[in-house]
């Protein structure tokens, strides 16, 4: 059978892989979501050029797709960038981040005690096979990273500023100071901060890195990573994506996307969730501690103070239940607001058990030793009312001590 396609008669067949693909001179207000796995250049010679790096343009989606570099061009302007690429996951971000620092067998990384449990595993586990040590340092006190920095003359310091589930706010401007006096470059995982809270590369982090899983996509539906950092990491972050492939796919590049575009307005009203809640649950008397930034009874109190803007001090309250498992999981239980998940950063509050889900691969001396105990529950503020939230967590709470 014959079709007419582009006035010439064609097989049916023929027509059907063409039809439809038709080419619009428009300027879209929303950001274009380009599922093309490949770009059709004008010339061999454009092709040869977009190929070589010498001429801006996409061939093939692994090496760069128009929506994800949407997503890239936002996070640049947002962290003050000068290069920026998007991962299929936080954890590839972190990957991709640690081999853009160039690491090699017989160097050494240096991590924060206080660090998201996969990340530590990533060194501990995935890249020790390669040759590269990891040490762990506890980053509130200074005197020991000091001393650890010298003893192991790390190539990479890899923390958080604001650490999981106890929130502890680390002094990031000296602990930077500190790194580059030794020549170790410094990667943050700001997923907990965003780039509203902290700008790591204006006071000399090497490399940031974010799940947008998280706060930046806002919403619970797309995962994905971020690394930005100084132009030197570009050509090895881009290879990191072009060898290792971890790309972000440009729907999920869209959904986050549009995420970062309510950003300031979701984050902002979290954190002042956040901070309503904290105040509120202290007063009861009804835990053992409630954890926030900006509580005086934090421990790294004075550095939040110093470090975060005095409206943000992070959309995360942890508490410790007067009990242990048991009422752990009686709270859990008859939450009816808040919902229990292993994530943060969504519209909803979302109540996390550290003990049987971030921290579950420690052992309970190392939980201890890090301040988690069995009636520690971290929870991720959403956007619900303050009152529903605080309402909630309460009547869960006398429902734990009463069963
Ligand atoms: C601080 C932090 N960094 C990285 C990750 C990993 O991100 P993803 O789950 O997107 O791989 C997480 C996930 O919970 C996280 O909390």
Request: charge should be negative.
């Amino acid at each position: 059978m014959k079709e007419t396609y582009k006035n010439r008669n064609v097989a049916v067949e023929t027509m059907l892989v063409h039809a439809g693909n038709v080419r619009h001179n428009v300027d879209p207000t929303a950001l274009a979501i380009y599922p093309s796995t490949s770009f059709v250049a004008d010339s061999p010679e454009e092709l040869d050029q977009i190929m070589g790096g010498t001429m801006d343009g996409f061939s093939y989606s692994r090496h760069g797709n128009p929506t994800v570099e949407g997503l890239t061009h936002a996070m640049a302007q947002l962290e003050g960038a000068e290069t920026v690429i998007a991962t299929s996951s936080g954890m590839a971000a972190i990957d991709a981040a640690l081999f853009a620092a160039g690491l090699h067998a017989g160097d050494t990384i240096l991590l924060s005690r206080d660090l998201y449990g996969a990340s530590l595993n990533l060194a501990g586990k995935i890249w020790s096979q390669y040759g590269v040590k990891s040490v762990v340092a506890d980053l509130t006190d200074l005197d020991q990273l000091h001393a650890i920095l010298l003893k192991e003359q790390p190539k990479v310091l890899l923390f958080e500023i604001l650490s999981n589930p106890l929130l502890k706010v680390a002094d990031a401007p000296k602990i930077v100071q500190m790194a580059h006096e030794v020549g170790c470059q410094v990667i943050v995982d700001s997923t907990f901060t965003t780039p509203l809270m902290v700008k790591p590369l204006s006071f000399g982090v090497d490399l940031v890195v974010h799940s947008a899983t998280k706060y930046l996509g806002g919403h619970g539906d797309a995962m994905g990573g971020i690394v930005a950092g100084h132009a030197h990491y570009e050509e090895a972050l881009h290879q990191y994506l072009r060898l290792r492939g971890g790309i972000l796919g440009p729907f999920e590049a869209w959904l986050i996307h549009r995420g970062i575009q309510t950003l300031s307005v979701r984050f902002e009203r979290q954190c002042q969730n956040a901070w309503n809640v904290a105040q509120r649950l202290e007063a009861t008397h009804d835990f053992r501690h409630v954890y926030h930034p900006f509580l005086e009874s934090h421990p790294t109190f004075s550095t939040a103070k110093k470090l975060l803007p005095a409206e943000l001090g992070g959309a995360v309250v942890t508490i410790e239940l007067k009990g242990a498992r048991k009422e752990a999981y009686d709270f859990l239980r008859s939450l009816q607001v808040v919902r229990s998940a292993t994530t943060i950063g969504d519209v909803y509050t979302l109540c996390l058990y550290p003990v049987v889900a971030s921290h579950r691969n420690q052992t309970e001396q190392e939980r201890l030793a890090m301040g988690i105990t069995e009636g520690t529950m971290r929870i991720a503020i959403g956007l619900e009312h303050p009152d529903d939230i605080f309402a909630d967590i309460m009547q869960a709470t006398h429902f734990a001590y009463s069963s």
